[in-house]
């Protein structure tokens, strides 16, 4: 089923139901060829980047009970971490936005956006050097979303990225993003908004056993933490104080009795 399917994108529904019956067998191999790069296992196993809905499929099945939290939890959370925003960080003057946010959706993608300044921006170590080297703020923002104008040269662009872990791709407004994907080893999963993204951005570190980018670490932390309910999982063993301090206060909101 594995050579069949380096072959094939279609019919769809036999492509889905191969896809299934070999997904273990596809994880564990990922996880014990440690050998391969990125690109060799993408190469291996096509189909997870190129038919919708495969990333998704893996997961669901590997982590049934957290598959659809994203979806669960952020409509009821977003608000939440949008106040914990205003009063904590300028975040419109880092972001450089001066909008308005008149929607709901406009708000929920905004709170993506802002999600890498609510943490320290990740450290490593040098090779070779005392010292960590640190990650600056545009470092942690960009190593997450990478924003862009609309009529950006799509393959261009990623002719142009150096790095292999999946990132998400917004082009247009930060506010009202007209196309998102998920670039991984310069190639493009399209999401169709900022919020699928997110999910299948997270999800790829998974299926692919990626480790997150050491700029961007405690927000990633955070949303495998609180959002998908991992435990340790990828993330730090122990999280830096402000992820904690937004799971406690995101935790003490949701279980307030309700002032309506």
């Known amino acids: 089923m594995t050579t069949w399917l380096k072959f094939h994108t279609s019919p769809t529904q036999q492509v889905e139901e191969m896809m299934r019956k070999t997904c273990r067998a596809r994880a564990t191999l990922i996880r014990t060829e440690n050998e391969k790069t990125v690109a060799e296992i993408i190469k291996e196993y096509p189909r997870l980047i190129d038919v919708p809905g495969m990333i998704e499929q893996d997961f669901r099945i590997l982590f049934p009970t957290s598959s659809d939290s994203l979806f669960m939890k952020w409509p009821v959370t977003y608000e ?7 009063k904590q960080i300028s ?6 936005f001066s909008g308005k946010l008149d929607t709901d959706e406009q708000k929920s993608n905004m709170t993506v956006h802002l999600l890498p300044l609510l943490f320290p921006p990740g450290m490593k170590r040098k090779d070779g050097k005392k010292g960590p080297k640190h990650a600056s703020t545009e ?10 104008k609309v009529g ?9 990225v150096k790095k292999c872990q999946p990132f998400i791709l917004a082009v247009g407004q930060l506010e009202s993003p007209e196309q998102v994907f998920v670039v991984v080893e310069r190639q493009t999963v399209d999401c169709g908004s900022l919020l699928k993204g997110l999910d299948i951005c997270f999800k790829l570190f998974y299926i692919l056993d990626m480790t997150y980018p050491w700029e961007c670490i405690n927000l990633w932390d955070f949303v495998q933490k609180f959002i998908y309910g991992l435990g340790a999982g990828k993330g730090r063993h122990k999280s830096v104080p402000s992820v904690s301090l937004l799971i406690n206060f995101l935790t003490s909101a949701a279980t307030e009795p309700s002032k309506e």
Do not use: G, K
Not at 91 to 96: G, Y
Not at 139 to 148: G, K, L, R
């Open 91 to 96: 975040w419109r003057e880092i972001l450089n």
């Open 139 to 148: 470092d942690a923002c960009t190593s997450f979303i990478q924003v862009e």
């Open 152 to 160: 950006v040269n799509i393959p261009a662009f990623l002719e142009a």
């Open 80 to 86: 939440s971490i949008l106040t914990y925003a205003d």
